[in-house]
């Protein structure tokens, strides 16, 4: 049976002729397909430059949705006759068959984004040129702490298991660029569960036509990166600025019944400061980069932490919460407070992981206090992320890393 918030919200597809604009090798392209099959769309067409030989996983998984295939090929006709087209993110919004699309009255739209906009869980959302993902997979591992996982297929994937994984209560997913695409899924999600995001600049570009946002917004660094498919570092940084932009006052998101909004920057990185001017719904992060202090500063109302002697702090590689608790667990204190992790605990080569390991345990804990606590277990848990400082040999004493993602000088 439908949710019907759910099939209030994408009724406006029944009987619609749909565009799929890039099946690709991603599940993106696949779930597109399906999701416009579950909600009536009259004609389905797939467009994609590729042949069939190479697409044949992807045909393969939408083989029992009657669709008409268009390969080796786009042409215009097919989008000035759609009536919604959904593009694959690598696609730009100035590209000359969205535009054909839009002007003959078409909704564009992307798969990341109808997910945003019906959502109805909290969701936490990190974007950034490097780290991202392995703050994001951090944070989800200490969420699972603390939440149910949702989708146990990606359990044992970069982290060991929970030792005590949570029996009952709300779940975490995982997606966006990373886990499982979760616009099929909408269903199972709960108000009460919570979405860890990992968001391109492709993706959240289209969030500005939107003005949708996520209710945890994080930051990790901004640099010149994409600059083959942006048309400046402007626009690059403008795009990233999506991920918070559009979350809306404190009064507004309370009304709603949504959790506060807030967001994370790395003080210490000028072009994040520009992507959120002034912070003015949430917290600031110093210390990502010279590892000084760690400040989450909330405006509007008492901070979580403000200097480096209150409630949290940094120092010789420790991180302290000095705040009390009458349901923190047993842990060790120092005149700072409970012991909450130690740079030890982080099986990650690079002090740069480090910074990454402390803005995933801002953003788990601006859901979840309590996940403050359990930030030492997941890092332990946590064995890194696959061609990332991937340790792969030692020649004569010499530790050999994967490091390919690297790709831009910043990550070297």
């Known amino acids: 049976m439908a949710n019907p918030a759910i099939a209030e919200k994408f009724a406006r597809f029944k009987g619609k002729r749909a565009l799929v604009m890039g099946l690709g090798l991603w599940q993106g392209g696949v779930e597109a397909v399906k999701f416009l099959h579950r909600w009536g769309a009259s004609e389905i067409l797939v467009t994609d430059l590729r042949d069939e030989k190479t697409l044949a996983p992807s045909l393969e998984a939408i083989s029992y949705i009657p669709v008409t295939l268009r390969l080796g090929e786009h042409r215009e006709a097919d989008f000035a006759r759609a009536q919604v087209v959904i593009h694959s993110p690598a696609v730009r919004p100035d590209n000359k068959y969205l535009v054909a699309a839009r002007e003959a009255g078409a909704e564009v739209t992307q798969e990341m984004s109808l997910f945003i906009e019906a959502c109805p869980a909290k969701t936490v959302g990190i974007t950034g040129s490097n780290g991202k993902t392995t703050t994001t997979l951090l944070c989800y591992e200490m969420l699972c702490e603390v939440y149910q996982r949702a989708q146990p297929e990606l359990e044992k994937k970069w982290a060991d298991p929970v030792a005590n994984p949570p029996k009952k209560g709300p779940r975490v997913w995982l997606g966006g660029n990373v886990g499982t695409p ?94 959120f001017p002034g912070v003015p719904s949430g917290y600031t992060l110093r210390g990502i980069t010279n590892f ?43 005149e700072n407070g409970y012991v909450v992790a130690k740079r030890t605990d982080l099986r990650l080569p690079g002090e740069f992981n480090w910074g990454n390991a402390i803005a995933a345990a801002a953003g788990s804990a601006m859901v979840f206090r309590e996940a403050v606590y359990r930030v030492s277990s997941a890092l332990r848990r946590f064995r890194g992320v696959e061609h990332r400082l991937e340790p792969c040999s030692s020649i004569n004493g010499a530790r050999v890393y994967n490091d390919s993602i690297a790709t831009d000088p910043a990550a070297t």
């Open 182 to 275: 979760l616009i099929n899924r909408l269903e199972e999600i709960t108000k009460d569960d919570v979405v860890v995001l990992e968001l391109s600049s492709f993706q959240l570009m289209d969030w500005h036509r939107i003005k949708k946002s996520c209710d945890v917004a994080l930051i990790t660094n901004i640099t010149p990166n994409h600059l083959d498919w942006h048309k400046d570092f402007e626009e690059y940084v403008w795009a990233k600025s999506a991920i918070g932009l559009y979350q809306g006052d404190l009064e507004s998101v309370e009304r709603n019944g949504r959790p506060w909004p807030r967001k994370l920057v790395n003080r210490d990185d000028q072009a994040a400061n520009f992507a």
């Open 292 to 334: 000084g202090k760690l400040m989450l500063i909330r405006a509007g109302s008492e901070p979580i932490a403000t200097g480096q002697d209150e409630s949290l702090s940094l120092s010789d590689g420790t991180w302290c919460w000095g705040q009390e608790d009458e349901w923190a667990p047993e842990l060790p204190t120092n």
